[in-house]
Nanobody, 117 residues
Framework: QVQLVESGGGLVQPGGSLRLSCLAS????????MGWYRQAPGKQRELVAL???????NYADSVKGRFTLSRDNAKNTVSLQMNSLKPEDTAVYYC???????????WGKGTLVTVSS
């Protein structure tokens, strides 16, 4: 059973920083793609950042240069460092995992990030 547990959301002022973390259960973590999506009120869920097993990382244009995605295969965690946050970054952020072993997508329950003064 694959489970994803997010932490680190909250309220931050514009220009501030937050770090989101996701702890993944199950095996074969190192070969799976991991990342974060977000969904703002009234909008569709969108990709924020995704890292594949080979280490290549893709970022949404809107977060390039501000957000950094990293993974620790020894700890089964993936983290998203968010700097220079803007009000438009406000959303529920979901941890995502694609399991190569099972050929399936998995999602966390989400953590709310609010950027407001």
């Amino acid at each position: 059973q694959v489970q994803l547990v997010e932490s680190g959301g909250g309220l931050v002022q514009p220009g501030g920083s937050l770090r989101l973390s996701c702890l993944a259960s199950g095996t074969s973590f190192s070969i799976d793609s991991m990342g974060w999506y977000r969904q703002a009120p009234g909008k569709q869920r969108e990709l924020v950042a995704l890292i594949i097993s080979a280490g290549n990382t893709n970022y949404a244009d809107s977060v390039k240069g501000r957000f950094t995605l990293s993974r620790d295969n020894a700890k089964n965690t993936v983290s998203l460092q968010m700097n220079s946050l803007k009000p438009e970054d406000t959303a529920v952020y979901y941890c995502y995992r694609y399991s190569v072993r099972y050929g399936m997508d998995y999602w966390g329950k989400g953590t709310l990030v609010t950027v407001s003064s």
